[in-house]
């Protein structure tokens, strides 16, 4: 992509943007996907999203309905080609054109450059924290949680079954007269009260023992309207109990054979669970100390600066409460309405934003610099299990300019917390480094 930048006089700069037909291309691919994903629509494996928007949609022409999304993948690679770091994300400016596959495509961009603060004090923070506390008790439960996944299920007295109880039962289904493969067995464990199967199913096994035959239907739960019902013949092969494994050494030996005893086992997982509280001890600490530097904050923050970060945080929430297949306006009503909504977001965004600010200043203040593994260090923090991934994905999509923020940021809050005066509850306050 061809950038050239032109400085405003109002201190925004103008930038003229030329993607190349290949990038264009790829700028259609990535809003085909996401077009169909913004659809509720999937595409499967050995599938093309031109053919399941046809397919599922009636769309014949799939370029055409995702232009914007075209349009809007190529916007942060422009900003990120003259390494400016915005206010917040740009708007393209078209012109008239219109982007086509197999041709370049032109579009402009008015950035709003991210505005410098200064402080009105540089000395260190003073935050106070709660002493570091490891519970023991939760090794205890999480080595309880990794035999019960190799827990079995034996036979056990005969007993009516109730709504937590297990059994091995066999099952001759039936709907529209047809045998049901997948449901039909001639002996498999049912555990009660695990919603494997319609509620229907599991009211029907109440009360059944060893031994007990019935005969019942039931309907399938987002069925087309008029579906037959399942029908069933249910027999309790054998009432079955629970057999939750002891943590032994042969135990351990025989099923997890990467470690060497049962007082290994333990050791490891008091070691995960320990690194895992303490990286969430230094976040608390990190986080006590750029709020206590962003009350040194004195600036006022635009308009458009709010508005923006403001619906970032709302595509959050939604996007959040999707995956979680809550509905939004739910959500909305259980935080007290629309209004103390909105305003619980106002609030959360100013403390992004001058947290965010704060951090640049002292950033500035002290002269630091990036390096290579400060970029690195930002990736490990998103994910520290491939932070190479998380920096190849961001720098290939444009995104390089939000990485490097967040990697000066995040390097300003360790050296603000290094340099803090950390006051831990019950004990005498450390001295701050110099």
Known sequence: MKVTEKKLADGRYELTAVA???????????????????????VGPGQTPE?????????VNLDMVSQQLAV???VPFAVDKRNLCPAYPPKPILEGNMIKRGETFEFKLRVTPKPEYELTSYDPVTITVPAFKFDEAQVDQQVRQVLESYATYVRCDPHPLGENDAARIKVEAVQGGQPHKYLSTEGRTYIMGMNLLPEGFEKSLIGMT???TKTFSFDVPGAEEGAEPI???VTVLECQCKEVPELTDEWVTKNIPMVRDAAALRGSIRESLLAEQQAQYREMQLSLAADELGSRFTGKIDDEVYEAMRETL?????????????????FVAMQGGIQQFSMMLMVQARQMLVQGYSLDALFRHENMDLTDEDILAACRAMNPADPTTVRRQMEGNGQGFVLRETAGRLKANRWLLEHANVVVEGQQPAPAAE
């Open 20 to 42: 190349a037909t290949a990038e264009v291309a790829q700028a259609f691919n990535v809003a085909h996907y996401s077009f169909l994903a913004n659809m509720g629509v999937q």
């Open 51 to 59: 053919k399941v928007a046809e397919e599922e949609l009636g769309i």
């Open 72 to 74: 809007d993948y190529l």
């Open 210 to 212: 060893e031994g007990d």
């Open 231 to 233: 029908e069933c013949t």
């Open 314 to 330: 709302m595509q959050n929430v939604k996007g959040s409460l999707a995956q979680q297949g809550v509905q939004f306006d739910e």
